[in-house]
């Protein structure tokens, strides 16, 4: 089945430093993935989405300044918070649309950021 | 935009009972809609889900009905386990790369 891996896992970083996220897409090439945020016992909230050599479509509200995504090839999405802050610290997972008519959206394991 | 509901927040059954969790959508071209089991620390599973142009579909104890006019759907676990506690969250997608827009969720607890 269609794979997505995320890294790192968790983290933990000072305030004011940058973190940068990576989201694979293990067996399949994935012109679009997206980047959720999820808070304790909350739905996911959508970010953005990222398309491959394009820029991303953020949703109203998340700072594209902050939250910065590249999609660089077909099977790479990175997010990166720059200048990270305690509010920022929250549950972070990526989405791939996998390809074909019997599409689906395959999650990664997510990651834990926590800025201290 | 797509607006999806999702209930109960929380539910508990008895080992060996069945469990439901009812969702509705806003957006009539919504064709696709996932469900999801999520456990603590970890990204959504992918249980089963269902496209619309089927009005039901079953993969073993889970089961999911869609009815489209009244635009909700629904997900059905028979026998359930301790095993399948778990946060479940519903979700419904347009297609064409559109995002998933999710519900929710609902805790499920099942007691031994």
């Known amino acids: 089945g269609a794979v997505v891996s995320q890294h790192p896992s968790w983290v933990i970083c000072k305030s004011g430093t940058s973190v940068k996220i990576e989201c694979r897409s293990l067996d399949f090439q994935a012109t679009t993935m997206f980047w959720y945020r999820q808070f304790p016992k909350q739905s996911l909230m959508l970010m953005a989405t990222?398309?491959?050599?394009?820029?991303?479509?953020?949703e109203q509200g998340v700072e594209k300044d902050k939250f910065l995504i590249n999609h660089a090839s077909l099977t790479l999405s990175t997010l990166t918070v720059t200048s990270a802050h305690p509010e920022d610290s929250s549950f972070y997972i990526c989405?791939?649309?996998?390809?074909?008519?019997?599409?689906?959206?395959?999650f990664g394991s997510g990651t834990r950021l926590t800025v201290v | 935009g797509e607006n999806v509901e999702q209930h109960p927040s929380t539910l508990s059954v008895q080992e060996g009972d069945s469990a439901v969790i009812k969702c509705t959508y806003s957006d009539s071209a919504s064709n696709y809609f996932p469900w999801y089991k999520q456990e603590l620390g970890k990204g959504p599973q992918l249980i089963i889900d269902i496209r619309s142009n089927v009005g039901e579909k079953k993969d073993q104890r889970i089961a999911v009905t869609l009815n489209k006019t009244a635009k909700h759907f629904s997900l059905h676990i028979t026998e359930t386990q301790p095993e399948d506690s778990a946060v479940y969250f519903c979700?419904?997608?347009?297609?064409?790369?559109?995002?998933?827009?999710f519900g929710k969720g609902t805790r499920l607890s099942v007691i031994a």
């Open positions: 990222s398309n491959e050599g394009s820029k991303a479509t953020y």
């Open positions: 989405s791939a649309r996998t390809p074909g008519p019997n599409y689906g959206y395959t």
């Open positions: 979700a419904a997608s347009e297609g064409s790369h559109t995002p998933l827009v």
